[in-house]
């Protein structure tokens, strides 16, 4: 059965708590429901990790490298600044997708580059929970194929 | 039944029919075939259309904004140097997705940037066919909502 | 008695058919004719085109430049892209007046530059069918100096 | 009767007295001469003032500000320099014609980024004395709409 | 008794005068109240002067450097654009702060920097009136200790 | 009786203890019980926390965001390095005040920009240990406000 | 036989026919005649096609890229502007040869960047209609070598 | 007998008044009698005028025009922000010599790009005292050769 | 017996452990056991410590910076990174060496940056293990001169 | 007879003799025998340097420029830093071909942009020794012409 | 006696002798007897050199720094591009006038960048061979002050 | 026995020999003397050269190539500005340690990029003469290993 681990970055634990006119009433707990019900429907296994903290982030990639298959990830604001998660991701080797809530493109001029888009396999953004459904599609696509 | 206008960018036509080895076997027909199977399955209708005049591109947008529910668009190199694409999707007002074969944040510095994206609804690439298939349900998932 | 070309450029085709809460429901066919009234009333008279086509433009430009006296242009999207557009007009040689509907100048920052500026003979922006009007008024004064 | 307020900016008053072979003979009470005469038959009133002081273009327009219905302003060198002028036109509230005598697009690279054209309605430039005429209409027409 | 110059800068005249739903109904001579009330409690002096001349700021400092402590000013807009006043505050050697009723960062991007920042002690911005009434605590706390 | 969240980041932790000559004497314990004889004589609460760890600091504002009234934040290096504390703050939606011990503009070019600032209320740099009491009763007044 | 496409890029049809003072007299007939005359001695076949239409040379490369051997090609404004020509180029593989009439490197800024060039197998630029010859000269000698 | 016209821009009033370990004690009256010293050897007539208004600056410049045969100008801070001053010059046509009493390119980056440069015939700056004196001298050879 | 600090930085733990054909096959418990052998060699202590997190790092510099004589620091991503590294090493004032495995200046251009260089005494990169080697002799050397 | 100055920058020396599997197996000396060879064809007499000193090249231009009809130059690395050639060849005033034997604009950034360029009559760049046929063929053209 | 070393950069051994109805028909010999005539009447002697080689340039400062007592250069072409001859002057010490003939800032771009002046005493542009006269006083002047 | 070329850029032949109080009284001859010392303990033969000339450091380079096993360098000044050095160095092919006395990280912006960085095995920079010491270590390990 293929592994992938779901890393959810800095500040996503707030979704759906504070704001809902504005995020949504989508929690981050019922994001992580839909992506465990479509791994039991595609028969793989899922570990799934928030963090606020890069440094813990960069441990979670480079302890766990060798029990899965693949990363599914959403840097949030590391997305932006975290040469660390890049290198982090570059050094695990194992296939990865970057997905975004929000059309990151649409946003400040400094949400335009991704220090981890390079490193990826692809990224998916703007789709609100269904960039996570899609990106888990996609993660298992390539473990699939691979 | 909803419908969906998927049109693909300059030299795609090309996709499959050459450099094999570079670019993989696959045909933009058999990722049309592959298109058609899911919208079949989703029961939503498909327009696809190749071009590689921006002009063309810009009158399929513009003429038939009222015959479609979603777009669907892989804008290959008009992705970084077309406005008039860009201004004819905002002034459309349909839900457009974004899709790349390749990881454009991957490649030349001048491919990172993307004058589509901040108009679209959501952005996916580097997927290979995959990345035509999840967008294909990120816009049926578009228009089921709305 | 004096000829100007008129060209509309891509997406203009829209006007007012789409969104009139905010585009106005002024339609192209509607400022057309007021351009129209005016030559009647100035003695010009005036071939008016709209085309999507960046290469349609050059080639209108290119092949009308020896029966035309002055060329009224609105470039739309092509003003921030089209080095081609420009070429023609240097090429062509005729008095060029540049007119926008909206103020460029407080939109994205991608169109406060205009390729084509540097070589009409002035720019009038921001009036909305207003700067076609005053913008035939500058082109007619053009010729008639001339 | 409406009122418009019309302001040259700095070095303006040379206008024609100097280098005619290079600025035309034109000289600014020329230009004035001319408003006033549309004025009259448009039916407007107007107060045209020249100042080379940034202080006192920010003066006028904010002491002035109810007792006109739009402003009419060629800002000449403070176009590129003055935010105190801008800050002042967007304080005031009246719709704003910018106007330039010379295409300043076809001039020095500093000269194509004008501080002022992101507050005023619209902007008219290259035309000579006409860019004046033409300015005037413009403001009339926004005046008279309103 | 300590003195202290306090200066306004361009525009700062009109305000609370005009759109009060967006700068507030607070008058300049509000905030002159307001900062003479501190004044008298903390037993400090003020001259206040509103001027939109940067010549005429340049003056004052220059010209009153012997007579007063410190400075409070509000740039407003020769913020972004004065080399002069900030050369007329270096030259005076008193210490200054700054203050800016709006938060200068949240605003265009012209407005981030500001040319005085460098030579003065410090700055407050953001908080409107407030942003005076701190900033002359402040300019009190320096006199006082040195 | 309102509550404020106070927050110094990185190396605060290191003030007074070293090089005196330079940093002066005074210690962060020294900063705190002056914070906390002004919250007591305007009868607020305050909660004071230092962290060298970006990731503590986004928690604390997350996991505290419901407890308090406004948030006083000194967040030293992370100012020019954190996205993620500016979407802490964003998404925590209390007032915040940004405050700096030293004037960041008279320092190296990359102090300049502060990606905090946008997300504030506002900012006061460059007073010592009076940045910090400014602060407090910026942010008193607006919670009193509010 | 050897086989090279020659494709001219927008407005290269009026060279000679107007401004003769400016361009030379030499018409695109001309080149073309000098060209088929080199051909015709050193025995290789042309197709030469001129376009104002992006879209049309990005078809033309893309559906005879099996018929030639090699493409020498004067992207003239498209130079500047078409990563679709690009593609093309780099997607059909056959060397390809950059020419210019005139020296790009001391005209505009804008025209000193090329996308073109990085694709193509050399660039000769600035020796009026003998660049083209030379460029042929080049293209046969890159057919023949291979 | 020739007459030149020299300007000392702002804050150069305040010249060995202030800070005389820093500025030395050289008074601009002290400066100005060197000049009529020399002017008298010389046998040309000044007249000398210190100003901290660009308008009062850009005027002299202006309305003197026809009486001066040639124009010493230290603008100070104006040399880097004032496009006005750098017009009057350019209008007034008459021979033009900057000095500048420090070396603005061993000072910040923003000084070390001068606005009024290109329309001098030549600058002299780092000098002190001296930069005037050699000033005048370039500025009576100007004259006296024209 | 003097003391030395070595840290290194992100990703550093995975050393030798993956993808040995890229990064050689060196561990870092290696790099350590050479470091130790150098240390008694020369009669200086060490403690090394490894980390992921940019706070833990800030720590262990602020917290030991009396207990240590210099640092040895490999701050790999961070170098690009971190302003709160950079600043706790500037606080903690004793001499700093930075060492780099691989050659920073031959890869991506974000890593051609580095925000400790300038704090640091100085910088060795480019030479595998043995950039830690000489970096221990050029921080043994360092203190054992001072 | 016309005369024709060839110069060969820095490093070409080297071409050859040193991994032939990189450059090539063409020295320059039979580079300069195929010269020779076109020459004597062509009744043109050649004198060519090689030389690693940019002073020397400097020497040779200015003190041959009464000598030579044109100059053929392959300024190797000096293209990108060399103003003191680029005033040699404007100072000349021969006709100037410059050549490359690769193509710079598909290397390193730093090597697209030429100095030479806007000076040298034309360029060839990225055929191999081909570059410096096509030169000569260029450069008799030049010659023989005027 | 004080000594002064005056240095001519590259091609100025040009002057006079080609295009004279573009640089003049004063020779470098001219400039260099106006020199001595002036060193003659004040009493200090001079050294002249001309140069192409930046390398001789440097040699030259290195050398003779202690037996001169003032420097004299116009670093032409270097000026833009020595970071060597900056740093022989930096290490040098002696006073240096940096002089040009034309004026740099009314040139192309890349000249307005001076790599010495942060490093002269000071620098004097645009007067033609009156530079090296200005220049020679100002030398003269510096080294009788100290 | 291996050998390594050692060499000393520009203005280095200064060292010691002035302003002992800022570069120290450490000649080149005694940092000769260090080198040859380990040479002699490690078996190695140095040959070691200083030069001003740009292009005798490229000859130096090229010439050598096949007689040395490594290169030992300190471009000095040359560092920032030789595309040719570079060039030298890539073309010869032998590893490379590149080292600077001080460390350029700290000093003006324009040192802090190396042109010669890329190219060269490593960098050690900042240690005075134990940059060399260091360097030459690095420099015999890589002879050695390889």
Redesign the interface.
């Known amino acids: 059965m293929k592994k992938i681990l779901v890393i959810h ?3 996503l ?2 979704l759906g708590k ?2 809902p006119e504005v995020y949504g009433k989508t929690t981050l707990a019922k994001i992580n429901q839909e992506l465990e019900k479509i791994a039991k429907a595609k028969k793989v296994s899922l570990k799934i990790v928030q ?6 982030i ?2 979670l990639i ?1 302890k766990n ?1 060798e029990k899965f298959d693949a990363l599914l990830i959403n840097p ?3 997305t ?5 998660i ?3 991701i570059a ?3 194992i296939p990865t997708v970057e997905v975004h809530l929000s ?1 990151i ?2 946003r400040e001029e ?6 981890i ?11 609100g929970i ?2 996570y459904i ?1 990106g888990l ?2 993660a298992i ?2 473990v699939t194929k691979t």
Chains 1, 2, 3, 4, 5, 6, 7, 8, 9, 10, 11, 12 share one sequence.
């Open positions: 970055g800095p500040n634990d707030l504070r704001e963090s606020n903290h890069e440094g813990e960069v441990d480079g490298k949030a604001a590391y932006h600044t975290s040469v660390a890049r290198d982090a050094a695990c080797g059309n493109y649409s400094f949400r335009h580059n991704s220090l888009a390079a490193v990826a396999k692809g990224q998916i953004a703007g789709f269904n960039s899609l599609e996609a696509s390539l």
